[in-house]
């Protein structure tokens, strides 16, 4: 089954603990991203990845990490959270060419206390 | 620049009636416009899409959407609301910056389905 999933689904942790939001897709998209969702903001793009070693800022990147050592996973890291990255993160990946659609995963809950 | 507006934050409907959520956008070139729909502490899921092909599409559990280019509107519709269709709906648009072809949301509507 053609699927995005990230780990773990919901977070708890304190300002300034490091983490790792774990992102895998087995279609073999060579473009995914990260995304946040947050109430009356509607979901913003993090980073993305037009490839393996391939990596953009998008439009709220600063706080957050990522890297594309492999094609089929892209982890958003957060070296030091704050409070303010309270969030629901969803990672995403498509193909490329003029007919993409963008698959997404289940979505990533995460409180900074 | 891109950008998509969902016209109604919130609308609720009885349960077999219609549904109109209605979406404007702006974009420079020829878009691509989508709709997903949230459910409740779930993920995104693609209702459907216009990729510049029949302006009417049709889409996953009774939607559809008619792409006006005229209007710059793109409104998601279904003859009869069933209560399973509760959810966040958002409108989303294509927008192309530099090698990064990215989505815009809508801040999305909620859409009621009352018994």
């Known amino acids: 089954e053609a699927q995005v999933t990230q780990n773990p689904r919901y977070l708890i942790t304190v300002t300034g603990k490091k983490l790792t939001v774990t992102c895998s897709q087995n279609?073999?998209?060579?473009?995914m991203s990260w995304y946040r969702q947050d109430p009356g903001l509607g979901l913003r793009q993090i980073y993305y990845?037009?490839?393996?070693?391939?990596?953009d800022k998008g439009d709220v990147p600063e706080g957050y990490k990522v890297s594309r050592k492999e094609k089929r996973n892209f982890p958003l890291i957060l070296e030091s959270p704050s409070p303010n990255q309270t969030s629901l993160y969803f990672c995403?990946?498509?193909?490329?060419?003029?007919?993409?659609?963008?698959?997404f995963g289940p979505g990533t809950r995460l409180l900074v206390l | 620049a891109q950008s998509v507006t969902q016209l109604d934050s919130h609308v609720s409907v009885s349960e077999g009636t219609p549904v109109l959520l209605r979406c404007n956008y702006s974009?420079?070139?020829?878009?691509?416009l989508f709709w997903y729909v949230q459910h409740p502490n779930k993920g995104l899921q693609l209702l459907l899409k216009?990729?510049?092909?029949a302006t009417l599409v049709k889409g996953i559990n009774g939607f559809e959407a008619e792409f006006k280019k005229s209007e710059t509107s793109f409104h998601l519709t279904k003859p009869s609301a069933h209560m399973s269709d509760a959810a966040e709906y958002f409108c989303?648009?294509?927008?192309?910056?530099?090698?990064?072809?990215?989505?815009?949301w809508g801040l999305g509507t909620s859409l009621a389905v009352n018994p």
């Open positions: 995403a990946s498509r193909s490329g060419g003029s007919r993409w659609t963008q698959y």
């Open positions: 279609m073999n998209h060579e473009y």
């Open positions: 990845s037009m490839n393996v070693e391939v990596t």
């Open positions: 974009s420079s070139y020829s878009p691509s």
């Open positions: 216009y990729t510049s092909a």
């Open positions: 989303v648009v294509s927008a192309r910056a530099g090698n990064n072809r990215k989505l815009i």
